[in-house]
């Protein structure tokens, strides 16, 4: 394309009624003009003041664009001779494999020539790799779209897609683990937070330092201490965006690719996700009435490097980790330099007793790290969490944390802080355990009435559901999606297990965040998906 | 200890003076004899009516504490026959290697007899492992404390800390990479964040679907194309807690362990420790005047898997990728099925010229993986960024980002996604750019001042920090601590490197944060410390 060709070719595509700019238009076409090698290396473009009058406008944007296409490298300029298309053809530099070839070419000179056509055997997959290719050759680009969905996802990445077990639904009855979030006191925490934004203090705007607000781990640290039998100073915590984040940090720190964790069978499968994209090797222990619940094979083969528990209510069944076996475990770990992850998700809302102490109340040998959040006791939305590194961890832990999320957040921390201090944080927490546990009742009583004993609902002492038990061999999941087909959210408890051969069939049934008078109808639907679907029992 | 005893010890620990309530010490008290064995297993305790009135304390609060003390799991109670403490001590169970050993005690009952002392053989460490225990004990609980810091972090745990770059300081001249904050308009934030908070939407409080809000996702797709370039849909989109959180889902997924990636040579040491953690060996590939410049030799080796760049802007060093690069690059990862991230941190800021646009635009095989934040140009502490995902695996990057982090932050979208829509963000942006362009000028002009040629500036032409040329084998690391002792924050550019042989030295000068009339006294501080630490070049 000569130049007065350009110009027409250009002439015939501004087009001035549209909202783009002239300087876009023309910006964008050049552009495209030089990749489709319609304009092909080592062609003189027009001058801006030809250009300008040919195409009847402001000399000046023409002179825009051109300055603008030298910077991003279309073309170069040199002074007294003109503006040339630069050679940014990439076919013989990658194509090649000799040493020789290898050198890229520059575009500060003017020198470079067009590339002959006949030369260019990948011309039309580089014409392709243009913007506006598409539009010219539709062929081309339906290739290109069937090439690229053929690129794989790797090993990992196949697998976490695959195992995925996260839902698009993110509440409604009876969604498992989501908390009552309408009741949240946001009066007071709005006061709070236009407070700190009043004051626009930059240091709560910029990153934060490792762990978090030093008022928030300070206020966290006597909450801990005092609720959860926690022994932790507040250099000890490291504030995060929630349990995953708090789970991937000790993971990483404490643990290689190719480790062994153990887990508890059934758990949740979040987790599971997040140390299986770290390289580690599940071990799923049993779990009995008091919890964990290793095997004699389980101790005999190579000891783990980590062990991920939630001794205060096992999730998803609910049952309350004894004591003995919670000396066993910190006595095991200690000899074989185990490290602990305790992950106290829920344990706020134990109904008929006081919240249970921690297993890292028991601990005294540095090995456990406990992890918790305040997704369910204030919203899940707010994404913040916490880990108690042990002592002598505690700074490579607040490292880290910099290191790998650069951390921020700092005003919602600032308002967490105060919210907490003010006492309203343990004040919801009392408000929102007397409203779970009528909603617990409602659900239970519920069930009793219509199942009787035959069906029973187990690990309602604590949390924000309970798991119905199935007949044995009963597809837990045909009633979940029955349900589901009557709008009705609930999990199947064998995917919670590690294998279809370990699990039991069953049913979580979360209550927390459906209205009281909701509660009996919408277990009459999922009674309902439940005869249906399980024909025999009923 | 007998019951009587027990009644006298107890009596003697009672604090009635104390703001902790009896309730909550006298369980604290049982737990620390029962753990200690001063109250052995299997040994009977008061019944709560004898107890009670030993201490002269209501029989109410014994039997609560008595009933808590039952389910975790310290005491068991046979109805008629009192309440006996459970044998849960874990050394015969953990210590034993054979098989028949192995199976742990059950607190079901009130049978267990109390181990004898002779048998006990660990007895003291154990003794250690028990809460109050310290306190008896000075020696053991500083044998604990050796013990506890000789655990050791795993290998990439080790990695991460001894080569993290992360520092304390969050601000202050000259720190590179930090915007000025205190500019946010933080009325227009305010009232939006009211309005939604004020509606309480439930659905904001949540946890997020995969990808983020969808209003943020269409106004951001918006931004992307028209400012940066970008050929993307809204479902492209996903929103991250920032760039590391971006490249690292882009790495899970896109790469194994073991897997090579192309990075910049010299680059941001954080993203170097986000891709190590994650298994990958990061190969160093040098740049020059036009961007990333591979050898003969890196065209020879085994193509990478990944390559990082940041085609708009070089960090640190502040260059354009040449057109030339562009398309280079984006053929050869063609060719040999690589996946590019491209990393758009700053590009916002430029200043003389237009925005340069985006590699991704040029893309056209689905092979780019966009980057970006608004840590720049809002606030950093805001912790919202973006990728855009090729469109073939949209959906498997927002499935991977639920799964992997429990996104929420949902009304902190939506307020954002309000302040793109009305506006403000661009405004912000364009009154920054003027802002920082300023503070830049008076930076390069104290430069020219104090060293004229002699220390040349470069990179200045965008982005928040320009790079000050030291004298070849200078030692950058000493210029900075003394600038640091002077309160002088400056980063050397020879830690960006991979290695010192690689290196070359200078500093990282930040002038975005720093207020226009304390740039020019803060370089002479900073002269101050170059001059002293470098006298053979004055």
Redesign the interface.
């Known amino acids: 394309m000569r130049a007065s060709v350009l110009s027409d070719w250009l002439a015939q595509r501004l087009d001035r009624g549209s909202a783009q700019p002239v300087y876009r238009q023309l910006h964008k076409l050049l552009?495209q003009a030089i990749?489709s090698r319609e304009l092909p290396a080592g062609a003189r473009v027009p001058s801006s003041r030809l250009l300008a009058a040919e195409l009847g406008i402001a000399r000046n944007t023409v002179t825009q664009v051109y300055?603008?296409l030298v910077?991003?490298?279309?073309v170069t300029s040199a002074t007294g001779r003109g503006t040339f298309v630069?050679?940014?053809?990439?076919?013989e530099?990658?194509?090649a494999t000799e040493?020789g070839s290898?050198?890229?070419?520059?575009?500060?000179g003017a020198s470079g020539a067009a590339l002959p056509a006949g030369k260019v055997a990948t011309n039309s997959?580089?014409a392709?790799?243009?913007?506006g290719?598409?539009s010219t050759s539709g062929m081309e680009?339906a290739t290109?779209?069937q090439?690229?969905?053929a690129?794989a996802?790797?090993?990992?990445?196949t697998r976490?897609?695959t195992s995925?077990?996260?839902s698009?639904r993110?509440?409604g009855a009876f969604m498992p683990g989501?908390p009552d979030?309408?009741r949240?006191p946001?009066r007071v925490?709005?006061r709070l937070?236009?407070k700190y934004?009043?004051s626009?203090r930059?240091?709560?705007?910029?990153?934060?330092?490792?762990g978090g607000l030093a008022l928030l781990r300070h206020v966290l640290a006597d909450y801990l201490r005092t609720s959860r039998s926690v022994?932790c100073s507040p250099e000890q915590i490291i504030i995060t965006?929630?349990?995953?984040?708090s789970i991937?940090l000790a993971v990483?720190?404490?643990?290689?690719?190719g480790?062994t964790i153990w887990t508890e069978d059934p758990c949740y499968w979040?987790v599971r996700?997040?140390l299986h994209?770290?390289?580690l090797n599940t071990r799923p222990i049993a779990v009995d009435s008091?919890g964990l619940?290793?095997s004699?094979g389980d101790?005999?083969a190579p000891p783990p490097?980590l062990m991920l528990v939630t001794p205060s209510h096992q999730y998803p069944l609910g049952m309350?980790m004894?004591?003995?076996?919670?000396?066993?475990l910190?006595?095991?770990a200690?000899?074989h330099?185990c490290?602990i992850i305790e992950d106290d998700y829920d344990s706020e809302f134990r109904y008929g007793?006081?919240p249970?102490?921690s297993l890292q109340?028991?601990?005294?040998?540095?090995?456990v790290i406990y992890v918790g959040s305040f997704?369910k006791t204030l919203?899940?939305?707010?994404?913040v969490g916490y880990l108690v590194a042990?002592?002598?961890?505690a700074e490579?832990f607040a490292?880290?944390s910099?290191?790998?999320?650069?951390?921020?957040?700092?005003?919602q921390q600032a308002v967490l802080a105060e919210f907490i201090a003010e006492g309203h944080f343990t004040s919801h927490i009392r408000k929102m355990r007397a409203l779970y546990g009528q909603r617990r009742q409602v659900l239970l009583d519920a069930v009793a009435r219509r199942y009787g004993d035959a069906l029973p609902a187990m690990g309602g002492d604590a949390g924000l559901h309970v798991v119905m038990q199935l007949p044995e061999g009963s597809d837990d999941r045909a009633v979940a999606e029955a349900a589901l087909a009557r709008n009705i959210v609930v999990r199947p408890l064998s995917g919670y297990y590690s294998s279809r051969e370990r699990a039991n069939p069953g049913l979580l049934i979360g209550y927390a965040c459906v209205p009281d008078e909701e509660i009996a109808p919408a277990f009459d639907t999922l009674a309902e998906a439940i005869d249906t679907t399980l024909p025999a029992f009923v």
Not at 153 to 157: D, F, N
Not at 241 to 245: A, K, L, M, N, Y
Not at 379 to 383: D, K, S, V
């Open positions: 552009q990749l300055e603008q910077l991003e490298g279309y630069a050679d940014t053809s990439p076919d530099i990658v194509g040493i290898m050198q890229t070419r520059t575009n500060g997959e580089s392709a790799a243009a913007p290719a598409a680009a290109q779209t090439r690229s969905t690129r996802l790797s090993a990992r990445g976490l897609i995925a077990g996260v698009k993110q509440g989501v979030v309408s949240f946001a925490w709005t937070h236009n934004w009043r626009l930059p240091d709560l705007l910029t990153y934060a330092p490792g022994r965006t929630g349990i995953h984040q991937d990483r720190l404490l643990s290689d690719p480790d979040g996700s997040v994209v770290s390289g008091e619940n290793p004699a101790f005999a490097r309350v004894s004591l003995a076996r919670r000396r066993m910190l006595e095991y200690r000899q330099q490290w007793s006081r249970l102490a109340g028991l601990d005294t040998a540095g090995q997704g919203f899940p939305g707010l994404r042990p002592e002598a961890l490579s490292t880290a910099a290191e790998l999320y650069r951390e921020g957040q700092l005003l």
